[in-house]
């Protein structure tokens, strides 16, 4: 059973700096895999054809790694790596590829296991460690949301990328109040800065970069990804509680519905971005 201290989660809620959030996946994110069965950590991209989480989660790695335009990048850095699941199946459909790993959490890199062409590399989203001008690709899939400063990472993203490079974000976004009467329990269960749209292009744009594509895939993320747990609760559930409280899963299930419920009323959304220099 994995001890929460709720003290502890609610700090690490309310302030959010690098060690909060390491804390918070290393104690939290295998719920996810426990949940889906893999080692993915974003939401997916669900679809008729994708209709379980690690389709849905593959499916939005390879719609990304489109937008990204792999198939002709060389150097492409991952920033906010997770279990570095993404890079491994980039890794195999565009196998002329250098990646490199980028992830404060320590403990993910070790789980990560090795690959070849994937380099892993502890450091910080704000201080990136390459050389000027020196790469095709940043991305950041569902984690510039958790990088603080943001313009930093952005501003580090325009120094090591070639004047033809691409930085590229899958994130999610508020559209609207994102005050607690508007987000409710997601205010507290939704362990990341709020990012508004308006917010991110004006950081985007102050650094220098242009938005040549943006995607806004929020209903195809959050309503069918609560609508599988809604339909396999039950067996999700049995396995959550054998490594969890019970109380864990009452607010994963409550959040999953406040979550669905905010991007049906246009509160929240989630967005892909595809910007140059």
Same mark, same amino acid.
């Given at each position: 059973m994995i001890s929460i201290n709720p003290f502890h989660a609610l700090l690490w809620t309310f302030r959010r700096?690098?060690?909060?959030?390491?804390?918070?996946?290393?104690?939290?994110?295998?719920?996810?895999q426990l949940a889906t069965g893999g080692s993915m950590l974003n939401f997916g991209y669900w679809s008729s054809c994708n209709v379980d989480?690690?389709?849905?989660q593959n499916n939005l790695c390879l719609i990304f790694? +489109?937008?990204?335009?792999?198939?002709?990048?060389?150097?492409?850095?991952?920033v906010g790596s997770g279990l570095s699941a993404p890079s491994k199946l980039w890794g195999d459909v565009f196998p002329n590829l250098e990646l490199y +790993?980028?992830? %404060?959490?320590?403990?993910?890199?070790?789980?990560?296991?090795?690959?070849?062409?994937? +380099?892993?590399?502890?450091?910080?989203s704000t201080k990136l460690p390459f050389a000027n001008n020196s790469i095709d690709r940043v991305l950041a899939l569902e984690s510039a949301q958790?990088?603080?400063?943001?313009? +930093?990472? %952005?501003?580090?993203?325009?120094?090591?990328?070639?004047?033809?490079?691409?930085?590229?974000?899958?994130?999610?976004?508020t559209t609207?109040?994102?005050?607690?009467?508007?987000?409710?329990v997601l205010k507290f269960t939704w362990s990341s800065e709020h990012y508004s749209l308006d917010y991110l292009k004006n950081l985007l744009r102050d650094a220098g970069f242009s938005i040549s594509d943006e995607k806004y895939i929020g209903s195809d993320v959050y309503p069918p990804l609560t609508n599988y747990y809604l339909e396999n609760r039950e067996r999700l559930k049995k396995l959550i509680l054998e490594n969890y409280p019970k109380y864990v899963e009452q607010i994963l299930f409550k959040s999953l519905l406040k979550m669905k419920q905010a991007s049906e009323d246009k509160i929240i959304d989630y967005v892909l971005l595809k910007c140059h220099l």
């Open positions: 700096n690098e060690k909060d959030v390491v804390n918070l996946y290393n104690t939290l994110s295998p719920v996810m989480p690690i389709s849905a790694g +489109d937008l990204a335009e792999l198939s002709s990048a060389k150097h492409v850095v991952d +790993d980028v992830n %404060i959490n320590f403990n993910q890199l070790i789980s990560s296991g090795t690959q070849k062409n994937i +380099d892993l590399l502890n450091a910080t958790h990088f603080r400063p943001l313009s +930093d990472f %952005i501003c580090e993203s325009k120094r090591i990328l070639r004047t033809s490079g691409l930085l590229v974000i899958a994130i999610p976004i609207g109040n994102s005050s607690f009467g508007k987000l409710g």
